[in-house]
């Protein structure tokens, strides 16, 4: 099979050019003359007609200028043989053979990107990420209904390419570094073009007024052009333009590598339970606030739901449930310990180790449940409430 790119283009992400004011037009000397000879309502609306011709003209061109300048900045060349998005509401189980009976191997979630191999008798063998499999055809769309879904879907992110990512507070090398982001980690683009009125906003809008500290402010509006505005589970923080590539991508699938219980390392049947309970959740949505599994949860009510169904009382918010919880080194961590990030020391978000060097948690309106490298960002404190 020859291998071609599906191209998505994203248009109209800047707004339209300004249009010179300066509009070519019939002489005043002549519409003078035609106004001598009475002809004034005629002339005048000519005059008006053709300077509203050219300005249109001119309108579209820029239009046009603005959108193969955007078409020229903003591809998505995603390499595919057959691409195939899975159209679901929460995940598809991606199977090791094409039957409902057969071994689960991983999870492609809502929205999620794959190369189809193969469509036989309902199922569909793909590839995505590091999962090869089946899928059940009917949630799959394929070919060029699965290249205009995916225009839709498909988010413009920004793939670390340093070691280590600085993210800031503020768009300035003099801001406090808020979170650390290692490499080929992907954020989710909130702004890319910044404007001296977006940061503005976006400083008003912060109860923390503490961020401007250190920071010359003149300084620093005028050297906008190198960052960007990023999504960090649901908060927005600053990062350099330098250490990422940013480009247009679709999600993929993550393993379904279960947790058994192995007393000898410490991983006790509770344990276990708490990650195969908290995995039938992923790609649920997130919910500010919510506390449902099902209709919608933030990262905190997510992990108190899941301590709750196996009779542990844990507090509602991430920074109570950090406080709770007794301190451990990463190192130690089991399955069903959690994971404290924020910034400064302030603890904004919380998700729970599953193994493997992974965390499940409700990270933003975006994706949901999901599961990401326990390390995703500098956790700032690893707690514990299980004890066996």
Known sequence: MNKHIVRFIALGLVGTALVSNNVCSASTANVLNSMEVAGITLSLNNYVEENVKNTQTKKASSKQKAEKKEEEEFKLNLVYDRLGVAKVNNYLNVRKKPNESSKIVGKLT??????????????????????????????????????????????????????????????STDSIVSTLVPMDEELDVVKENLTEEYVKNYIKKQDDKSIKKGVNMNEMLDNLDNWICVKVDDEKLFISKDYVDISFKLERAVKAEEVKEDKENGITSVRASMVEFAKQYLGNSY?????????????????????????????????????????????????????????NGHVSHVAMYIGNGLVIHASNRRTGIKISNAFYRTPIKVGRFVNN
């Not at 990420?129 to 413009?156: C, H, I, P």
């Not at 500010?288 to 997510?302: A, E, K, P, Q, V």
């Not at 542990?312 to 069903?336: C, D, L, M, V």
């Open 110 to 171: 809502k929205n999620a990107g794959c190369n189809v191999y193969k469509i036989k008798n309902g199922w569909a063998k793909i590839v995505s990420g590091k999962v090869k499999g089946w899928v059940s055809a009917d949630y799959l769309v394929t070919d060029k209904e699965a290249e205009e879904y995916a225009k839709k879907v498909a988010t413009k992110q920004a793939t670390v390419n340093t070691e280590t990512l600085k993210v800031r507070a503020l768009p």
């Open 287 to 343: 919910v500010y606030g919510g506390t449902s599994l099902t209709n919608g949860i933030d990262c905190s009510g997510f992990t108190m739901r899941i301590y709750q169904h196996f009779g542990y009382s844990i507090p509602r918010t991430s920074g109570a449930q950090a406080q709770a919880s007794a301190t451990i080194n990463s190192s130690e961590a089991k399955p069903g310990d959690l994971f404290f990030y924020g910034n």
